[in-house]
């Protein structure tokens, strides 16, 4: 009688122990190993905890949460995308969790990249910047993740030229040797365009003592082609008329810069130091994603293009 009452009854037990141990088993994974996940929900936590894990690295370097960083990375994980299931306090959680036993960053960033769309690689990337930005600029530190960050995100080259470009005058450059070795060539070529200036003054001077000359030789080639005269007239007008030409051209040009340096709040003598201090200083009143400028960013944006421009202008003489 017992065999037959247990053998009916063993697929049961079967059952029960199988929703036991599942019951008992699912909360200790919580996405830590990224590589294992298993199942929707599993696999939806996997996918938080790595968007997790690289929010909390820059975080770390600014742990005070305004109200406006909070709302920057609300905005980001609401995103149906990116949090799929999981609410906003729970991916809070993992945040913070992240913040004080951080997973393998490398192994996150390489998921990220292999994983998500170009369109969420890029929000992240903007996020992790504007997280990074303060009014006294992005530490050096902060931008060594940065670059690390979107180097492995696989961005086109174009793109991430773009994000340095945009948020590097923003960087704080408290090492002098590192600014000098970033920006040395704008010093460089500042210093060959005074000593060219130096030798064109030279040689305006030297083709002066021989005008009387060139004159005399000019007379006596005249008396001696006569017919030719006329012709000779014409070349000189001709070269007389191109010099002229190329001379409104240049004026043009140094005119155009002028304004550039005026833009920069800068007269042209500027010195290649004086030129990317003015820079940097300017991005750091005017630059969009500072806090600051919250209220003011379409006025911002205008502003920072026109810096832009003409820092490129000034850079692009001196090249």
């Given at each position: 009688?017992?065999?037959?009452?247990?053998?009916p009854?063993t697929?049961?037990i079967?059952?029960v122990l199988?929703?036991?141990?599942?019951?008992?088993?699912?909360p200790?994974?919580?996405?830590?190993?990224?590589?294992?996940g298993?199942?929707k929900k599993?696999?939806?936590?996997?996918?938080?905890?790595?968007?997790?894990?690289?929010?909390?690295a820059?975080?770390v370097y600014?742990?005070?949460?305004?109200a406006?960083?909070?709302?920057?990375?609300?905005d980001?994980i609401?995103?149906?995308?990116?949090?799929?299931?999981?609410?906003?306090?729970?991916?809070?959680?993992?945040?913070e969790?992240?913040m004080?036993?951080?997973?393998?960053?490398?192994?996150a960033?390489k998921?990220?990249?292999?994983k998500l769309?170009?369109?969420e690689?890029?929000?992240?990337?903007?996020?992790?910047?504007?997280?990074?930005?303060?009014d006294?600029?992005i530490?050096n530190?902060?931008?060594?993740?940065?670059?690390?960050?979107?180097?492995n995100l696989?961005?086109?080259?174009?793109y991430?030229?773009?994000?340095?470009k945009f948020?590097?005058?923003?960087?704080?450059?408290?090492?002098?040797?590192?600014?000098?070795?970033?920006?040395?060539?704008l010093?460089?070529?500042?210093?060959?365009?005074?000593?060219?200036n130096?030798?064109n003054?030279?040689?305006?001077?030297?083709?002066?003592?021989?005008?009387?000359g060139?004159n005399?030789?000019?007379a006596?080639?005249?008396?001696?082609s006569?017919?030719?005269?006329?012709?000779?007239?014409?070349?000189?007008?001709?070269?007389?008329?191109?010099s002229?030409q190329?001379?409104?051209?240049q004026?043009?040009?140094?005119n155009?810069l002028?304004?550039?340096y005026a833009?920069?709040?800068?007269t042209?003598?500027?010195?290649?130091?004086?030129v990317?201090?003015?820079y940097?200083?300017?991005?750091?009143?005017?630059?969009?994603d500072?806090?600051k400028?919250?209220g003011?960013?379409?006025?911002?944006?205008?502003?920072?293009?026109?810096?832009n421009?003409?820092?490129d202008a000034i850079?692009a003489?001196?090249?």
């Amino acid at each position: 009688m017992g065999i037959i009452v247990l053998i009916p009854l063993t697929p049961l037990i079967l059952g029960v122990l199988i929703m036991i141990i599942s019951a008992v088993c699912s909360p200790l994974f919580d996405g830590k190993d990224f590589q294992t996940g298993r199942g929707k929900k599993n696999s939806e936590v996997c996918l938080q905890k790595y968007w997790a894990c690289i929010i909390a690295a820059m975080l770390v370097y600014n742990r005070e949460m305004t109200a406006a960083k909070r709302k920057l990375v609300d905005d980001f994980i609401n995103n149906p995308k990116v949090c799929g299931s999981v609410s906003n306090a729970d991916f809070w959680m993992l945040i913070e969790k992240q913040m004080i036993e951080p997973d393998n960053l490398d192994e996150a960033l390489k998921l990220a990249a292999g994983k998500l769309a170009l369109d969420e690689r890029m929000k992240l990337a903007h996020l992790l910047f504007k997280l990074s930005v303060e009014d006294d600029g992005i530490m050096n530190d902060e931008w060594d993740l940065l670059k690390k960050v979107v180097s492995n995100l696989k961005f086109a080259k174009q793109y991430t030229d773009h994000l340095i470009k945009f948020y590097g005058p923003l960087r704080s450059f408290s090492d002098t040797a590192i600014y000098n070795k970033l920006h040395g060539h704008l010093k460089q070529r500042k210093k060959e365009e005074t000593q060219n200036n130096d030798k064109n003054a030279a040689k305006s001077s030297g083709s002066r003592s021989r005008t009387s000359g060139a004159n005399s030789q000019y007379a006596k080639s005249r008396n001696q082609s006569g017919g030719g005269y006329s012709s000779g007239g014409s070349s000189y007008s001709q070269e007389t008329s191109s010099s002229r030409q190329g001379g409104t051209a240049q004026q043009s040009a140094v005119n155009s810069l002028a304004k550039h340096y005026a833009m920069l709040g800068l007269t042209p003598v500027a010195t290649a130091d004086e030129v990317l201090d003015a820079y940097r200083s300017l991005a750091k009143q005017h630059h969009p994603d500072l806090p600051k400028n919250v209220g003011r960013q379409e006025e911002c944006v205008e502003l920072m293009a026109k810096i832009n421009a003409a820092y490129d202008a000034i850079s692009a003489s001196l090249n």
